[in-house]
T-cell receptor, first 115, second 112 residues
Framework: GAGVSQSPSNKVTEKGKDVELRCDPISGHTALYWYRQSLGQGLEFLIYFQGNSAPDKSGLPSDRFSAERTGGSVSTLTIQRTQQEDSAVYLC?????????????FGPGTRLTVT | DAKTTQPNSMESNEEEPVHLPCNHSTISGTDYIHWYRQLPSQGPEYVIHGLTSNVNNRMASLAIAEDRKSSTLILHRATLRDAAVYYCILRTYGGSQGNLIFGKGTKLSVKP
């Protein structure tokens, strides 16, 4: 079946512009996660959606970052007034349900470059 | 989630077994041991997980020490496609935090 898809695969933007990154999770998966991976840094958690619960935003690095998940499916990560330090690969993952037990399926990522 | 320690890098020859170690000396009784790997230019993928007993699946085997303070991911016959960064992650049973906490992992190189 179809895996997690993300778009665009690459995005180059100028410093100060806003960007939107999209994630289509696996159908039927109630949990959705955003992570980012910077050069020289590991994978860091950004935000977690589980069903209709309020999202866990504890990983968002600043208030320039926000995300929404419409209809329990597609999610959009928005970065406002982008900075060069926002350059990274942004990864989306989904799982059948949230919590410790379910394996997470990752998309291929969106490579964001801020010039 | 408790912390894990892995070697930064390892090398293997193709067709030979690979043993990737992970230390987790502060593991609690409710922590599950999960392994993910990340192939070049791809998102991570699940490999295997276990609690106390050794586990096998089509990708790998997981050997867990009797005191659970360490574990070893075993690739029985390494292929070039197994070259990746391997992450050992602890996840707490019943924990409310759903996200994975990645360390630096072990970068595995496979020589033909």
């Amino acid at each position: 079946g179809a895996g997690v898809s993300q778009s665009p695969s690459n995005k180059v933007t100028e410093k100060g512009k806003d960007v939107e990154l999209r994630c289509d999770p696996i159908s039927g998966h109630t949990a959705l996660y955003w992570y980012r991976q910077s050069l020289g840094q590991g994978l860091e958690f950004l935000i977690y959606f589980q069903g209709n619960s309020a999202p866990d935003k504890s990983g968002l690095p600043s208030d320039r970052f926000s995300a929404e998940r419409t209809g329990g499916s597609v999610s959009t990560l928005t970065i406002q007034r982008t900075q060069q330090e926002d350059s990274a690969v942004y990864l989306c993952a989904s799982s059948l349900a949230g919590g410790f037990y379910y394996e997470q399926y990752f998309g291929p990522g969106t490579r964001l470059t801020v010039t | 989630d408790a912390k894990t320690t892995q070697p930064n890098s390892m090398e293997s020859n193709e067709e030979e077994p690979v043993h990737l170690p992970c230390n987790h000396s502060t593991i609690s009784g409710t922590d599950y041991i999960h392994w993910y790997r990340q192939l070049p230019s791809q998102g991570p993928e699940y490999v295997i997980h276990g609690l106390t007993s050794n586990v096998n699946n089509r990708m790998a085997s997981l050997a867990i020490a009797e005191d659970r303070k360490s574990s070893t991911l075993i690739l029985h016959r390494a292929t070039l496609r197994d070259a990746a960064v391997y992450y050992c992650i602890l996840r707490t049973y019943g924990g409310s935090q759903g996200n994975l906490i990645f360390g630096k992992g072990t970068k595995l190189s496979v020589k033909p």
